[in-house]
């Protein structure tokens, strides 16, 4: 079930392929080294899980990749996270809260969201090549991971909440359907799930809009009164600096989703003089644009439980589909719950697809890099799963605020690093202008990005459990988020941006001027076959081109390119095609 790598031994004197032609018979060419696993082969399946997306696989329009990634955003969790700040800090710090940490993600996915876009590549690989290296960003892999498998358990107990109001079915019941239902849709990879965001999003737009349009009609005055709820732990309605830095962390847990927009973003098309400003917008709204919509989101959520407070009681009220019902009861009567537990479970199921998807995405990478074998993008499906099932039957959803607050603490440091390093290092030159996202030309850790993170992520859990008083506490996410964006260009400049390359690509420096056409394939010398060349390698150690994939798998080169560039390492030519708009134009000057 998995890659194969197969050795050829040669024959002494010629052995059976002279026996072969003096009987007049050719010998079979050999097979490639390597050869994967069907479902690992299977692009339509595999989705280039582990490599570049090439230009021949980007066959989707801007609109059609941004409608994809902004259907996943149609999770409810942001009802409940929404709810449970308002009910814990009250209105006036709630409000700021969900309003700061909008801006706090809205403003590091843009550099993000244009990278992955432009280059191709998902969260991981341009992790990479952002300051922390080939092994480095294994650790962000296992940070992005539990992100999908988190919020797939949150948004799953939301989704058994409504099965459980609807029809009766037991909650633990509940979590294993809303586990299993996802699996034959993320199983095939983007084009279904591209299909099913467009086939739900009526649903979903009709059921986001609806409660609200009631509640203007039915209960005008409620948005006065919500306006000056105090919670109901005693917090009060106005502001509150403890009340602020507590609800900034909890609402700033959702910073790694710019990670599952990218997992979408990589399938954009090149950008060109006819639709960059298509482009443009698509990028801006699919990458940091979701979380517009979040922070509505959030604040839609906790005004409807709000006024449904006093019909269900504060437990029901954070669960979204109560809340849901109570709106709709005026206009549709007994037809109020199972309208609700459709719009809620249409919801759950838009973005548990995109959970489990990105989660796949994210062990595939963990595990190429850590065991040299890569069974599919696919059986990684079912370790996320698992691992989100077995938090749901843990009740996860009772300790919501905590367990969101300190994951803020490492995602954040994270993503600000990453952010940090495209905007600030790439541009004063202490970083490469590209992204490079291959093992043989990596370290295996570089200090900028990944020294960031560690140190930042340290000091501010430490904060977020008390050590530094009650305000460092309240802002341990805002001590990690300033921590790296101070220390990565820092570790960047005192480095001299040596560990950023392990030796030059030279291949890079000639797409990056558009000497050469960067969608010509050169064909691997391990699995022969045809990739593009930003996702090829020169090999010294197999004499010629491999793919990226090929490279991260390889267990017997030794890292011989990275160790020994001067040496047995050196460069392997690769003669490359020009662009002919380039070659006619230098042409005249030559």
Known sequence: MTDTVTTPTPEPGGGTSQALEALGEVAPPPGPRRSYAKLAADESREDYSLRYAPHSFRRWSPATVAGTALGGIAYLADFAIGASIVFTYGFGSGLASILTAAAIIFLTGIPIARACAKYGLDMDLITRGAGFGYFG??????????????????????????????????????????TLIVIPIVFRGMGALAKVQAWTQPIWIIGMVLPFAVLAFEAPDAWGAFGSFGGTEGAGAGFS????????????????????????????????????????????AAGPGWVVIGAAKQLGGAFLAFVALEAVGKTHALEPIAPQIEALKPWLGSFALP?????????????????????????????????HRHPGRVWYIFLNLAIALTLMEMNMF?????????????????????????????????????????????????????????????????????????????????????????????????????????????????????????????????CETAYELPDIADCPVRSGPVCSL?????????????????????????????????????????
Request: a neutral charge.
């Open 398 to 526: 009772a300790a919501l605020n905590k367990l969101l607050g300190f994951y803020s603490n490492v995602g954040i440091a994270w993503i600000v690093a990453v952010a940090a390093d495209l905007v600030i290092n790439k541009r004063v030159g202490w970083s490469p202008p590209y992204i490079e996202f291959k093992r043989a030309y990596l370290y295996a850790v570089n200090p900028a990005g990944f020294g960031a993170m560690v140190i930042a992520s340290v000091v501010s859990i430490l904060a977020f459990f008390g050590l530094f008083g009650r305000y460092a506490e309240a802002f341990s996410t805002f001590i990690a988020a300033g921590l790296s964006l101070v220390l990565c260009p820092l570790i960047a400049w005192a480095t001299k941006g040596r560990y950023y390359l392990a030796r030059p690509n030279p291949v890079a420096a000639a797409v990056a001027a558009a000497t050469v056409d960067e969608r010509a394939t050169h064909t691997c010398a391990e």
């Open 550 to 590: 090929c490279c991260s798998l390889d267990a017997e080169c030794g890292d011989v390119c990275r160790k020994d560039p001067e040496g047995a390492g050196s460069p392997v030519l690769m003669p490359v095609p020009t662009v002919p708009r380039a070659a006619s134009e230098a042409a005249p000057g030559a």
């Open 339 to 371: 309208a609700a537990a459709l719009f809620v479970i249409v919801s759950q199921i838009k973005i548990n697809v995109t959970n489990a998807y990105s989660g796949s995405l994210s062990w595939s990478n963990f595990f190429s890099r850590v065991t």
């Open 137 to 178: 960003s294994t650790l962000t892999s296992l940070i992005y991971a539990s992100f999908t498998f988190i919020f797939f358990a949150l948004e799953g107990s939301i989704m058994a909440q409504a099965m459980h109001q609807a029809v009766g079915l037991p909650v633990e019941i509940g979590y294993l359907v809303t």
């Open 241 to 284: 600096w403890i009340g602020f830095g507590l609800g900034t962390g909890v609402a700033l847990s959702l910073i790694a989703q710019i990670g599952e927009q990218a997992d979408y973003l990589r399938f954009m098309p090149a950008k060109t003089e006819t639709n960059k400003r298509r482009w443009d917008l698509a990028v801006l």
